[in-house]
């Protein structure tokens, strides 16, 4: 039995709008979602105009034949609040729920999830509906989980009206307390911006120039709290109403927008929509980022609410997934923590901007490749419900972190605007899925103890706190460039970067020293490898060389700081690029290939992939509990070493739990876009 919900094993389904069917298509619907093994469903994501069509009055009679019908069934769902998308009699009767852009246009009606988060009047609109739901539906045999609005942040991450302005200054009174406190922390003496009173701040809207960068990062903090305050109305009266069902919001992967280590901690449990682009060779590893993240949210199981059975409809080229992927895709999920599988969307619509986007039944019907594969995957599905609620262990954590992210990103006031989090993130994970070991995500005040390897690969934004934080892990450390740059407040440290980190690392930074585009600068480890740096590179002090020190009790020396790779050419020529002083590394520049410097660290860690040995390209190995997946992603066959692990004893070979299927001795061989689970 799994955890997230009371639905036992694997959840497996997708969202429902049997609104936009006539009755007898829904008698239709529940026999086929028996036949593909569907066991739950999310339902009412947009219906708020077709469930209070007018204020106060109420509509329930078509879901509640809607839940009937799902639970005779043996479906269970996962219900919408509903409040994704503000009705038309709420936003004529009050414009003012609709969000305003940062040129001040007020964005019309005619699309989804528009709405101003701060807005009392959407806020109240919605907690009354998610409370009539609550008490329409607590007793509901079919009511599995709550599912508050809709992808938080999609279409509208931000709204700068006057009333988000009121909501604004609200929230920056509460961060600094006094004007004093504000101007000295957004720098207001810079370019003339003294407030003399609190009505004076407005929301960063489009200015004639790069806006004040510590605006912009409380004004990126106040919009992921204000969408926050809307999640948490609802889910305060859902909890009073069903304290026992649980909820969640469905998340969007990596999302600069919210701060998802506050977001989950707000939820009962994690969930996700995942749309990696079949087109996109580099979809696999995307995909394995974000899904770790959603497992480390939590530290545990989460549910793949969304996925797309084969292509969406809101790319510019909207490719099909290829016979398998579907199945390959989903089957990644499962190995990266995911509880279950579940799709946008069941039956595909006939009108709306959604009509050519996948669903698992498609408008062909059931004598389609899609259909057959959609049945195909719910007896996988069933196959695997022994993995529901097994955890991972991850040896490594990449940090991650929502200030410096925001910081990092600030547009027209950076050294180079092509550091970009998602990507440095990637740079090293992909090395380290590719050698089939397990990663966490983690935020970097969270207890690291029980890594061994800590990878910061930016950490722009730097506090003391979270300095000592990271001095007091004692596994390996990598801190990646342009780390402990500024504080809390976007203001450069004293003396530069590192800041707080400098006595950990022993280095200083003298001058950042962005790369253009296509070029590089080459960088040579101790031990004679090259190594190209791109985009960034810095002029870096050890302290103690150059003459130098150390300027305090914290700093350096040359004895204790090791340089691990020096700049070779240019001006940057036999100066410092790598150091490394006890376990903690720091890289001032960016490789284009980090695999020979994580190497070492690995191996100064102590960890071997999943394999013990490398892995064929495209294959990737993921471990969860007792089972172990392996997956190919690529076009041709690949024989893949059999772990130690995965065959404990000699006199069981090991079975694959998708076919049944006893596996030789030896190293197993995966079909292209093909998997194998094995139990160890
Ligand atoms: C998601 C959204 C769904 C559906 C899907 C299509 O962003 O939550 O309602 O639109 O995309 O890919």
Redesign the pocket.
């Known amino acids: 039995m799994g955890g997230l919900t009371r639905v036992p094993g694997l959840l497996f389904g997708g969202?429902y709008n049997p609104e936009q069917w006539p009755d007898e298509v829904w008698q239709e619907d529940v026999r086929l979602m028996a036949e593909a093994g569907v066991n739950l469903v999310t339902v009412a994501?947009?219906s708020w105009s077709r469930l209070e069509p007018a204020p106060g009055a109420y509509a329930f009679d078509w879901l509640d034949r809607v839940l009937d019908l799902l639970h005779a069934h043996g479906i269970a769902v996962d219900l919408a609040t509903a409040t994704a998308t503000p009705p038309p009699w709420l936003v004529r009767s009050h414009p003012e729920v609709q969000p305003v852009d940062a040129t001040g246009t007020r964005l019309e009606f005619g699309s989804?999830q528009g709405y101003c988060p701060s807005s009392p009047v959407f806020r109240a609109a919605t907690v009354r509906l998610a409370r009539a739901m609550a008490e329409r539906y607590r007793e509901h045999p079919a009511l599995a989980m709550w599912h508050i609005s809709?992808?938080y942040a999609?279409h509208t991450a931000e709204c700068f009206c006057e009333e988000s302005a009121r909501d604004f200054r609200r929230w920056l009174r509460h961060r600094h307390g006094t004007l004093a406190g504000l101007n000295s922390a957004w720098g207001t003496s810079c370019w003339g911006q003294h407030y003399t009173d609190w009505e004076q701040i407005e929301p960063p809207r489009k200015a004639p120039g790069p806006v004040n960068p510590t605006q912009l990062l409380d004004w990126r903090r106040f919009s992921s709290d204000a969408l926050l305050a809307c999640f948490e109305a609802e889910r305060e009266v859902l909890k009073e109403v069903t304290p026992d069902v649980p909820v969640t919001t469905?998340f969007?992967s990596v999302l600069r927008d919210l701060d998802y280590w506050k977001w989950a901690a707000a939820e009962d449990l994690v969930s996700d929509?995942a749309?990696p682009d079949p087109a996109d060779p580099r979809s696999p590893v995307k995909a394995a980022l974000s899904y770790d993240l959603m497992r480390s949210l939590k530290r545990g199981p989460w549910l793949l609410l969304?996925s797309?059975p084969s292509a969406?409809?809101?790319r510019p080229v909207n490719v099909p997934k290829d016979p398998g992927v579907m199945r390959l895709h989903s089957l990644q999920a499962l190995a990266h923590g995911s509880d279950g599988v579940m799709f946008?969307?069941w039956r595909q619509a006939r009108y709306g901007p959604?009509k050519f986007?996948s669903a698992m039944l498609p408008h062909g019907g059931t004598r389609t490749r899609q259909w057959r594969e959609t049945v195909a995957l719910g007896a996988d599905v069933r196959r695997l419900a022994e993995i529901a609620g097994s955890t991972t262990e991850a040896e490594v954590a990449l940090l991650l972190d929502w200030d410096s992210w925001w910081g990092l990103e600030a547009p027209e006031s950076m050294p180079s605007d092509r550091l970009r989090l998602h990507e440095l993130l990637l740079a090293w994970y992909a090395p380290l899925h590719a050698r089939g070991i397990a990663v966490d995500l983690a935020p970097p005040d969270r207890d690291l103890s029980s890594y061994r390897l800590v990878i910061a690969p930016n950490l722009y934004l730097c506090t003391a706190e979270r300095a000592a934080a990271l001095a007091a892990f004692p596994g390996q450390l990598v801190v990646g460039p342009f780390s402990g740059v500024v504080d809390a407040d976007d203001q450069v440290h004293d003396g530069g970067a590192p800041g707080p980190l400098r006595g950990l690392l022993g280095v200083r930074v003298e001058e950042c020293r962005p790369i253009p585009d296509g070029g590089s600068q080459e960088v040579v480890t101790a031990d004679g490898t090259r190594l190209l740096a791109r985009t960034w590179s810095e002029w870096l002090s050890v302290d103690g060389e150059d003459g130098e020190d150390g300027d305090g009790e914290d700093a350096g020396s040359a004895q204790d700081v090791e340089v691990l790779a020096r700049y070779s050419g240019g001006p940057l020529d036999g100066r410092p690029a790598a150091t490394r002083r006890g376990t903690a590394t720091y890289l001032s520049f960016l490789p284009e290939d980090p695999a020979p410097l994580l190497d070492g660290m690995l191996a100064a860690a102590g960890i071997t992939g999943v394999t013990g040995q490398g892995l064929p390209e495209g294959v990737e190995a993921c471990r969860r509990g007792p089972y172990l997946f392996l997956l190919n992603h690529g076009d041709a066959p690949a024989t893949v070493p059999l772990p130690a692990l995965a065959a404990p004893r000699a006199d069981t070979p090991p079975t694959d739990l998708l076919t049944g299927r006893t596996l030789p001795a030896g190293p197993v061989t995966i079909a292209p876009r093909d998997a194998v689970v094995l139990k160890s």
């Open positions: 969202d994501v947009f989804r809709n992808e999609d469905n969007m929509d749309y969304e797309a969406v409809s809101w946008f969307q959604e986007h």
